[in-house]
């Protein structure tokens, strides 16, 4: 299994209150992502990074926030958090070889986020 | 944009039965697909990768096809167990690095 850890597994916090998860990972790859998923939504990114403070914007964005200073370490900051932001997230990690997308994303066990 | 559907979103089967799960895109400018299966309250397990330039990718019991041009992939499973039941996503890598996935198939294989 790829080296990805994720913490907290489990978080319940309030609405307004700022909250930040982490995202570490043993294998020394370029590319981590954050997801969240949703029922009827399914999995969608939500901010990535293409090396150290080297990061973008994916589909669900808004009210999210990330940092990247070290190559092992991808966070992801919720500045107020919202009940719409109450999910399931999952950081993930990927590399290139030759410079083709030949590599699968590999996956951490996610964080149940809960706001209240 | 890119949309990914996965059809049927259910299906249940008996051990032995051979799987086939659909896959299908909207945007054929892609890089790769991806295969992935999900356990409940797991991550995701990456199964097969496809590189646009592909047909097939074989795994063991594990076959998925590519057909870029309708926009179509179907991930086959022989021989199902009672332990390949999970969700089973499809993803499409486009420009940008970034995977679009479609909603999931839930498979129930039966004893």
């Known amino acids: 299994d790829a080296g990805i850890t994720q913490s907290p597994r489990h978080k319940v916090t309030e609405t307004g209150t700022p909250v930040t998860l982490r995202c570490h990972q043993t294998?020394?790859?370029?590319?981590m992502y954050w997801y969240r998923q949703d029922p009827g939504h399914g999995l969608r990114l939500i901010h990535y990074?293409?090396?150290?403070?080297?990061?973008d914007k994916g589909e669900v964005s808004d009210g999210y926030s990330v940092s990247r200073s070290k190559t092992e370490d991808f966070l992801l900051t919720l500045e107020s958090a919202t009940s719409s932001q109450t999910s399931v997230y999952f950081c993930?990690?990927?590399?290139?070889?030759?410079?083709?997308?030949?590599?699968?994303?590999?996956f951490g066990d996610g964080t149940r986020l809960s706001i209240l | 944009k890119q949309e990914v559907t996965q059809i049927p979103a259910a299906l249940s089967v008996p051990e032995g039965e051979n799987l086939v799960l659909n896959c299908s895109f909207t945007?054929?400018?892609?890089?790769?697909l991806q295969w992935f299966r999900q356990d409940p309250g797991k991550g995701l397990t990456s199964l097969l990768l496809?590189?646009?330039?592909?047909r097939e990718q074989t795994s063991g019991r594990l076959n998925a096809s590519l057909d870029k041009s309708s926009g179509r992939s179907t991930l086959y499973i022989a021989a199902s167990q009672p332990g390949d039941s999970a969700t089973y996503l499809c993803?499409?890598?486009?420009?940008?690095?970034?995977?679009?996935f479609g909603g999931g198939t839930r498979v129930l294989v039966k004893p």
């Open positions: 990074s293409y090396g150290v403070k080297d990061t």
């Open positions: 993803a499409v890598e486009a420009a940008g690095n970034k995977l679009t």
């Open positions: 993930a990690i990927s590399e290139r070889t030759g410079g083709y997308s030949n590599q699968p994303q590999h």
């Open positions: 945007d054929s400018a892609i890089y790769n």
């Open positions: 294998e020394n790859h370029r590319y």
């Open positions: 496809i590189q646009s330039s592909q």
